[in-house]
């Protein structure tokens, strides 16, 4: 009886951290090892690889004009992107930190962004954009074309990129602000240090951590960035505004007939409500299950490979979604899952930084308690349903809310794996009533609002929650 037990102990934290491994495994990291090597064969266009060609594949790039216009304009994107979303979501962040009056109010208006998904926000730019009665023409009397002259397409372009992403950079900064010593900041005022000194001799290093965690995410959020550009330019005017992803996506789709025709008129936005619903709630259930089950398990077992595994979750963080888009189309598509809920939500299962931020809780945690329920006889899963989940409640809510919020709003995966109308979701669906012919405004607008309203009601009655889940993994550990 106790060899068994202690067999079962051995088994029970791979049986834990089982589904997320999956995974991780079959649309991470496979998919990232297939695209390598996919890339030095030449492939049909069912993603069957039929003859190895070596670097044969790369000559075509590296000996195409358009290529390097592609890469540079990635490059200068990037470039400013990474230093501006970063900036200001800094100085917001100091500025909420200083207890005036209205620094709630403040909190709530520098996160909003978070609830605006890239595809509304492609919309709202563009009717502030307009050169005849868009918000900037109305403000500063400049009539730009922004979108359609090639000198200013792909400044509009990262204008979006950056105002989407100040929230999430504002948030994690904020947290780590706040996680700054009173004792640290009290000595500097004591010894004379003003406020900018204070900022860039004890902030500023203190922070450091959280900043570089924001600078990667952020260089491989701008070297990533295709959602505007296929909403707003087609890579045009003159191919301005044309990326390394966005050249990658037309090849592989346009030119193997996968591309999506948008149907005006076709629209039935009810359906598209629904869709983003379940697709929002299964994937955040996954997502909820997945994380508090392998954080249970790197808080409370010591286990061969323990290391090893983490750092497979926690790598996962740094592999660009978007670049294993192409091989995990082939993949849901053999696995016969287009145009379905579970095709779209699968690859959104697992989020590595919820499980470090529910890990990082539980460790945090009693260890005396755990003690005390073994020696009553208390298995270690029961343990986990009737202590560590009722403990965890407040972590759970905020993954939860931040996780919804976060699949409400996703758009070019939805967009790539369904090809039936009932199928779409509403972030594709707003997308849908602006074509390159033909933008009516009423519709767009109407859909805009109908789209934020769930993310934007849902963050500014659980603001406190939302933030607490996303800035939990950042200052501790």
Request: proline letters at 4%.
């Amino acid at each position: 009886m106790r060899k068994k037990k202690k067999v079962v102990r051995r088994i029970e934290p791979y049986l834990y951290l089982l589904p997320g491994l999956i995974v991780i495994i079959a649309f991470i990291y496979s998919p990232f090892v297939k695209t390598i090597v996919g890339s030095t064969y030449k492939v049909d266009m069912f993603g069957q690889l039929k003859e190895f060609c070596g670097l044969d594949n790369y000559v075509k790039p590296f000996t195409n004009e358009s290529f390097y216009k592609a890469l540079g304009q990635t490059f200068l994107h990037t470039v400013i992107f990474v230093p501006f979303s970063i900036l200001i979501g800094f100085v917001l962040a100091l500025i909420a930190d200083k207890k005036s009056r209205f620094h709630r109010v403040y909190e709530v208006l520098f996160c909003l962004s978070m609830t605006v998904s890239i595809s509304i926000a492609c919309q709202i730019f563009r009717m502030m954009y307009n050169p005849s009665y868009g918000m900037i023409k109305k403000i500063f009397g400049i009539s730009v074309e922004w979108l359609t002259d090639s000198q200013f397409a792909m400044l509009a372009i990262t204008i979006i990129t950056i105002w989407v992403n100040i929230g999430f950079n504002y948030i994690y900064l904020s947290a780590a602000i706040k996680n700054v010593p009173d004792d640290v900041m009290e000595s500097a005022e004591i010894d004379g240090a003003n406020y900018f000194t204070k900022v860039r001799k004890f902030i500023l290093p203190l922070i450091s951590p959280s900043m570089f965690y924001l600078i990667v995410t952020s260089i491989i959020t701008g070297l990533t960035m295709i959602t505007p550009v296929l909403i707003l330019t087609k890579g045009g005017p003159s191919k301005a505004t044309e990326t390394l992803l966005y050249s990658m996506y037309t090849y592989a789709y346009t030119n193997s007939n996968y591309g999506t025709a948008y149907a005006y008129g076709m629209v039935d936005m009810g359906r598209y409500m629904i869709n983003s619903l379940v697709i929002a709630l299964l994937g955040t259930a996954g997502r909820v299950i997945t994380s508090t089950l392998a954080a249970f398990a790197f808080s409370y077992y010591e286990f061969r490979g323990k290391n090893l595994i983490f750092m497979l979750f926690m790598g996962s963080m740094m592999v660009p979604g978007d670049v294993l888009i192409f091989s995990n189309y082939l993949t849901v598509s053999n696995m016969g899952l287009m145009n379905s809920y579970i095709g779209i939500v699968i690859i959104y299962l697992v989020y590595a930084n919820y499980i470090f931020m529910l890990r990082q809780h539980m460790m945090s945690l009693p260890r005396s308690l755990y003690e005390a329920a073994i020696v009553d006889g208390c298995s270690n899963f029961r343990y986990f349903l009737q202590i560590i989940v009722p403990l965890s409640k407040s972590i759970i809510v905020a993954v939860f809310l931040s996780s919804f919020v976060g699949l409400w709003n996703i758009y070019l995966w939805p967009l790539i794996v369904t090809n039936d109308e009932s199928m779409r979701t509403i972030q594709v669906g707003v997308s849908m009533l602006s074509t390159a012919d033909q933008t009516s405004w009423g519709p767009i607008m109407a859909a805009t609002l109908i789209a934020l309203l769930p993310t934007v009601v849902i963050f500014s009655i659980c603001q406190k929650q939302i933030v607490r889940g996303m800035t939990a993994g950042a200052v501790k550990g």
